[in-house]
């Protein structure tokens, strides 16, 4: 389990999973920012 926190200071997160073998990196997913209503970069954050 992982959180992504949207890159636009709002404060919004979401929780998701992932493999840890197929993305060792920090996962960059393009979700929607309800606060900023418009659609942001959400990174992981550990």
Known sequence: MVTLRSTAGTGVTYVTRKS??????RL?????????????????QR
């Open 28 to 44: 960059v997913l393009r979700k929607y920012d309800p606060v900023a209503r418009q659609h942001v970069d959400f990174r992981e």
């Open 20 to 25: 840890r073998l197929n993305d060792p990196d």
